[in-house]
């Protein structure tokens, strides 16, 4: 006797309940992620904005801070690490890197001025931050501005930002942070070699850190 032939699964399920399928798929994977996975949400956030992040690096950045004589008080030191972390993060920078420019330039001496006449933690001339101050709305009080910490640090990781915008190349930015942009565009309109030894002298620091 013959047997009927054999009729395919897929044409016993209906057409209606094949769209269906797939949504309840969905709607099951995100049921499980839900209940399963609690800090799923927050994770995310970790790796997106760094959330998680912010205090762990705050605490070593004044760690770093304590090493040196800034001669400010425990509670203006990690106010300085906040504003170190937050200004840093704002225009894209490792706020380590910043830590360690500022310990190539001024050892975290408050006071400290260059034979040119750079002043402050980041050590920047007046002529240059006056003018950056400007674009920044900071009230301008003369040179001793740059000895306000807090104010040196906004000013001086703007200014590196500039550079690097200008140059487009990090390590460029940060000769010409060093040695003034002038020089670096006069090389690069005479086609000579940029000196790369400041930026390899933050990276060892930077690693050091």
């Known amino acids: 006797m013959d047997h009927p032939p054999h009729v395919s699964l897929f044409k016993k399920v ?18 499980v992620i839900a209940f399963h996975v609690p800090n799923f949400t927050d994770r995310i956030r970790y790796d997106i904005y760094g959330i ?6 705050i605490q070593e950045i004044l ?32 706020p380590k890197f910043i830590l360690a420019l500022i310990t190539i330039e001024s050892s975290f001496q408050n006071r400290s001025i260059s034979e040119r006449g750079a002043k402050g933690l980041m050590q920047i001339m007046p ?53 003034g942009p002038t020089f670096v565009k006069n090389l690069m309109e005479r086609k000579k070699k940029i000196p790369l030894w400041y930026y390899r002298r933050i990276l060892t620091v930077y690693h050091n850190l």
């Open 63 to 94: 760690t770093v801070l304590e090493r040196y004589p800034v001669g400010l008080a425990n509670v203006k030191k990690e106010e300085l690490a906040k504003l170190i972390y937050d200004e840093a993060t704002r225009y894209h920078h490792d």
């Open 52 to 57: 998680g992040a912010r205090e762990e690096t």
């Open 127 to 179: 002529c240059v931050a006056e003018s950056l101050v400007q674009e920044m709305g900071i009230e301008w009080k003369g040179d001793h501005t740059l000895f306000d910490p807090f104010l040196n640090i906004r000013i001086g990781i703007y200014y590196l930002s500039r550079l690097n915008l200008d140059f487009n190349d990090m390590r460029i930015a940060l000769t010409a942070y060093n040695c």
């Open 14 to 31: 209906s057409p209606s309940l094949l769209r269906i399928l797939p949504k309840l798929f969905l709607f099951f994977a995100i049921f």
